[in-house]
Protein backbone atom coordinates (compact mmCIF):
# COMPACT_ATOMS: atom_id res chain seq x y z
CA UNK A 1 0.00 0.00 0.00
CA UNK A 2 1.79 3.09 -1.04
CA UNK A 3 1.66 5.80 1.62
CA UNK A 4 2.67 9.78 1.27
CA UNK A 5 3.12 12.11 4.48
CA UNK A 6 4.20 15.75 4.01
CA UNK A 7 5.53 17.61 6.85
CA UNK A 8 7.56 20.77 7.50
CA UNK A 9 4.48 22.93 6.87
CA UNK A 10 3.70 26.12 8.78
CA UNK A 11 3.72 29.64 9.31
CA UNK A 12 6.64 32.21 8.13
CA UNK A 13 7.03 36.09 7.65
CA UNK A 14 7.23 36.93 3.56
CA UNK A 15 10.87 36.54 2.55
CA UNK A 16 11.29 33.68 4.90
CA UNK A 17 11.99 30.28 3.70
CA UNK A 18 10.80 26.32 4.55
CA UNK A 19 10.98 22.99 3.39
CA UNK A 20 8.63 20.64 2.86
CA UNK A 21 9.30 16.81 3.21
CA UNK A 22 7.57 14.02 1.80
CA UNK A 23 8.46 10.34 3.05
CA UNK A 24 6.86 7.38 0.70
CA UNK A 25 6.45 4.15 1.36
CA UNK A 26 4.89 1.02 -0.50
CA UNK A 27 6.56 2.10 -4.18
CA UNK A 28 10.07 2.46 -5.75
CA UNK A 29 10.93 5.68 -5.78
CA UNK A 30 13.24 5.85 -8.71
CA UNK A 31 10.56 4.20 -10.49
CA UNK A 32 7.68 7.49 -9.77
CA UNK A 33 7.45 10.71 -10.65
CA UNK A 34 7.34 12.89 -7.15
CA UNK A 35 5.36 15.92 -7.87
CA UNK A 36 4.15 18.84 -5.31
CA UNK A 37 0.49 20.28 -5.71
CA UNK A 38 -1.01 23.31 -3.64
CA UNK A 39 -4.51 24.74 -3.20
CA UNK A 40 -5.57 27.52 -1.67
CA UNK A 41 -9.12 28.37 -0.18
CA UNK A 42 -11.50 28.56 -3.32
CA UNK A 43 -8.56 27.91 -5.95
CA UNK A 44 -7.73 25.01 -8.00
CA UNK A 45 -5.04 23.10 -7.40
CA UNK A 46 -2.17 23.89 -8.65
CA UNK A 47 1.24 22.59 -9.74
CA UNK A 48 4.28 23.73 -8.01
CA UNK A 49 7.35 21.13 -9.00
CA UNK A 50 8.16 17.06 -9.81
CA UNK A 51 11.29 15.53 -9.89
CA UNK A 52 11.11 12.59 -12.67
CA UNK A 53 13.38 9.83 -13.43
CA UNK A 54 13.91 9.05 -17.53
CA UNK A 55 14.15 5.80 -18.08
CA UNK A 56 17.50 6.15 -19.14
CA UNK A 57 18.13 7.25 -15.27
CA UNK A 58 18.22 10.62 -15.77
CA UNK A 59 16.57 12.98 -13.28
CA UNK A 60 15.16 15.96 -14.17
CA UNK A 61 13.05 18.77 -12.04
CA UNK A 62 10.09 20.51 -13.33
CA UNK A 63 8.65 23.51 -11.83
CA UNK A 64 5.72 25.81 -11.76
CA UNK A 65 6.70 29.65 -13.32
CA UNK A 66 5.48 31.11 -10.22
CA UNK A 67 7.93 29.29 -7.82
CA UNK A 68 10.70 28.78 -10.47
CA UNK A 69 13.86 30.32 -8.95
CA UNK A 70 12.64 30.38 -5.30
CA UNK A 71 11.79 26.79 -4.93
CA UNK A 72 13.75 23.76 -5.13
CA UNK A 73 13.21 19.93 -5.41
CA UNK A 74 14.65 17.07 -4.36
CA UNK A 75 14.60 13.12 -3.81
CA UNK A 76 16.65 11.13 -1.67
CA UNK A 77 16.25 7.45 -2.78
CA UNK A 78 18.01 6.03 -0.16
CA UNK A 79 15.14 7.85 2.38
CA UNK A 80 12.29 7.31 -0.20
CA UNK A 81 11.76 11.03 0.42
CA UNK A 82 11.85 13.92 -1.57
CA UNK A 83 12.22 17.68 -0.43
CA UNK A 84 10.49 21.21 -1.52
CA UNK A 85 12.92 24.34 -0.48
CA UNK A 86 10.61 27.08 -0.34
CA UNK A 87 13.09 30.56 0.13
CA UNK A 88 11.97 33.89 -0.91
CA UNK A 89 8.35 33.09 -0.03
CA UNK A 90 5.22 35.50 -0.50
CA UNK A 91 1.74 35.42 0.93
CA UNK A 92 0.17 34.00 -2.22
CA UNK A 93 2.57 30.90 -1.46
CA UNK A 94 -0.09 30.75 0.98
CA UNK A 95 -2.04 27.22 0.76
CA UNK A 96 -2.18 23.36 1.53
CA UNK A 97 0.86 21.59 0.24
CA UNK A 98 0.55 18.21 -1.11
CA UNK A 99 2.88 15.22 -2.29
CA UNK A 100 1.66 13.41 -5.40
CA UNK A 101 2.93 10.05 -6.81
CA UNK A 102 2.67 8.87 -10.23
CA UNK A 103 4.58 5.70 -11.91
CA UNK A 104 6.83 7.05 -14.66
CA UNK A 105 6.11 9.76 -16.75
CA UNK A 106 5.59 13.75 -16.41
CA UNK A 107 2.50 15.31 -15.80
CA UNK A 108 1.61 19.19 -14.78
CA UNK A 109 -1.72 17.86 -14.62
CA UNK A 110 -2.99 17.10 -11.23
CA UNK A 111 -5.57 14.67 -12.18
CA UNK A 112 -2.89 12.19 -13.67
CA UNK A 113 -1.36 11.55 -10.28
CA UNK A 114 -2.29 8.21 -8.56
CA UNK A 115 -1.07 8.80 -4.72
CA UNK A 116 -1.34 11.73 -2.50
CA UNK A 117 -0.70 12.75 1.15
CA UNK A 118 -2.80 14.23 3.51
CA UNK A 119 -1.19 17.75 2.67
CA UNK A 120 0.56 20.30 5.13
CA UNK A 121 -0.56 23.82 5.82
CA UNK A 122 1.92 26.31 4.76
CA UNK A 123 1.41 30.74 5.69
CA UNK A 124 3.46 33.13 4.33
CA UNK A 125 2.47 36.40 6.56
CA UNK A 126 3.11 39.83 4.75
Known amino acids: QVQLVESGGGLVQAGGSLRLSCAAS????????MGWFRQAPGKEREFVAA???????????YYADSVKGRFTISGDNAKNTNYLQMNSLKPEDTAVYYC????????????????WGQGTQVTVAS
Open 51 to 61: ISRSRSGVYYA
Open 100 to 115: AAKEWGMYYEHTKYNY
Open 26 to 33: GLTFSSYT
